[in-house]
């Protein structure tokens, strides 16, 4: 089955900038999206069509894409950026949608 | 603005079905899709399906097929998914969300607890 890879956490300190990557075979062919999600919420979008930002997402949250790596950045990081993010995507038919296994972003 | 409101937790045991509702207000109903995704306990996000609130149309995951149904009620701008012949693995929060090949809007979130 399709997946995409993320790597199992990250940690910054507070004003540096934080990258979280994701990999698969199909991202050059299909758009990636990222979601934050803190203990007991729901995820909420923060970069949809690899480097769109929703509205009321900061600017801080940045999204790029390079062949089969897509990578969210966050510059500035702040303590409130701690949090678990999930890239995802569809496979190569754009028939299945697959979540990556989350990254924990630590704000040491 | 767009809400997704879930029903309410629920306890089941192996082998039973479970029915979550997701009651969509803010937008046009039919004018989006609902997709199901659910997270195990302590684990990542997992795709369960998609439906189209305009025409029923739908596309479940490959591992829950012939497990899932997903429903609309156009009605209410209500989305149901029913999972049957629980097991213990499928305890989750299910949440509900809008759109198809991505979730801009998420319901809070349900949990099911399966177990003897």
């Known amino acids: 089955s399709y997946e995409l890879t993320q790597p199992p956490s990250v940690s910054v300190s507070p004003g540096q900038t934080a990258r979280i990557t994701c990999s698969a075979d199909a991202l050059p062919k299909q758009y990636a999206y990222w979601y934050q999600q803190k203990p007991g919420q729901a995820p909420v979008l923060v970069i949809y069509k690899d480097s769109e930002r929703p509205s009321g997402i900061p600017e801080r949250f940045s999204g790029s894409s390079s062949g089969t790596t897509v990578t969210l950045t966050i510059s500035g990081v702040q303590a409130e950026d701690e949090a678990d993010y999930y890239c995802?995507?569809?496979?190569?038919?754009?028939?299945?949608?697959?979540f990556g296994g989350g990254t924990k972003l630590t704000v040491l | 603005q767009v809400q997704l409101v879930q029903s309410g937790a629920e306890v089941k045991k192996p082998g039973a079905s479970v029915k979550v509702s997701c009651k969509a207000s803010?937008?046009?109903?039919?004018?989006?899709?609902i997709s199901w995704v659910r997270q195990a306990p302590g684990q990542g996000l997992e795709w369960m399906g998609w439906i189209s609130a305009y025409n029923g149309n739908t596309n479940y995951a490959q591992k829950l097929q012939g497990r899932v149904t997903m429903t609309t009620d156009t009605s209410t701008s209500t989305a149901y998914m029913e999972l049957r012949s629980l097991r213990s693995d499928d305890t989750a929060v299910y949440y509900c969300?809008?759109?198809?090949?991505?979730?801009?809007?998420w319901g809070q979130g349900t949990l099911v607890t399966v177990s003897s």
């Open positions: 969300s809008s759109g198809y090949l991505y979730f801009d809007y």
């Open positions: 803010g937008y046009t109903f039919t004018s989006y899709g």
């Open positions: 995802q995507s569809a496979d190569s038919s754009g028939t299945s949608v697959v």
